[in-house]
T-cell receptor, first 114, second 109 residues
Framework: DAGVTQSPTHLIKTRGQHVTLRCSPI?????VSWYQQVLGQGPQFIFQ???????GRGNFPDRFSARQFPNYSSELNVNALLLGDSALYLC?????????????FGPGTRLTVT | DAKTTQPPSMDCAEGRAANLPCNHSTISGNEYVYWYRQIHSQGPQYIIH???NNETNEMASLIITEDRKSSTLILPHATLRDTAVYYC??????????FGAGTQVVVTP
């Protein structure tokens, strides 16, 4: 079975631009979470969606938004990019949303803002 | 928010057991302890999780202290492919994970 897939794998943008990152969960998984990982640090939680509804939001500015589609895939949007948004963006899926459901991560999208 | 504390790095000889400690003194009673590892900036890989009982799977064993303030991940026979950053984390009621800085484990021949 295919794991979590993310696109694109790499992306270069300039300050002030907008970016959309995409994620397809493992088949049968209904929850998707997004994380930002800056070099040398652990992943930081951005959003969690379950059954197309937002279930959690991390400490990120309103420039960050996301949504989940009826097929459970998800998009992460970032507006007005800053240099500090350069990071590895990880998507993770799980069967459902809850503390006893392990999350499976995709390979990530490497975003570079210049 | 509760935090996890791990040593920044540790070395392990190939074939020996690797014992990775984690402190999570502020974890709440219904939050699960999870362990993930990450190799070369790939996506983190799930290893194991538990609430209060010790757990074992094909990859590792998880020992959680009775007071749940700390845990230890045990890799029984470390191989070179186990070289990675290991993250101890916990999950709130909705499955939001809090990751710390992790432990860089280097397995040497």
């Amino acid at each position: 079975d295919a794991g979590v897939t993310q696109s694109p794998t790499h992306l270069i943008k300039t300050r002030g631009q907008h970016v959309t990152l995409r994620c397809s969960p493992i088949s049968g998984h209904k929850s998707v979470s997004w994380y930002q990982q800056v070099l040398g640090q652990g992943p930081q939680f951005i959003f969690q969606y379950y059954e197309k509804e937002e279930r959690g939001r991390g400490n990120f500015p309103d420039r960050f938004s996301a949504r989940q589609f009826p097929n459970y895939s998800s998009e992460l949007n970032v507006n007005a990019l800053l240099l500090g948004d350069s990071a590895l963006y990880l998507c993770a899926s799980s069967l459902a949303a809850g503390r006893d459901y392990e999350q499976y991560f995709g390979p990530g999208t490497r975003l570079t803002v210049t | 928010d509760a935090k996890t504390t791990q040593p920044p790095s540790m070395d392990c000889a190939e074939g020996r057991a690797a014992n990775l400690p984690c402190n999570h003194s502020t974890i709440s009673g219904n939050e699960y302890v999870y362990w993930y590892r990450q190799i070369h900036s790939q996506g983190p890989q799930y290893i194991i999780h538990g609430l209060k009982n010790n757990e074992t799977n094909e990859m590792a064993s998880l020992i959680i202290t009775e007071d749940r303030k700390s845990s230890t991940l045990i890799l029984p026979h470390a191989t070179l492919r186990d070289t990675a950053v290991y993250y101890c984390s916990y999950s709130d009621s909705w499955g939001k994970f809090q990751f710390g800085a992790g432990t860089q484990v280097v397995v040497t021949p």
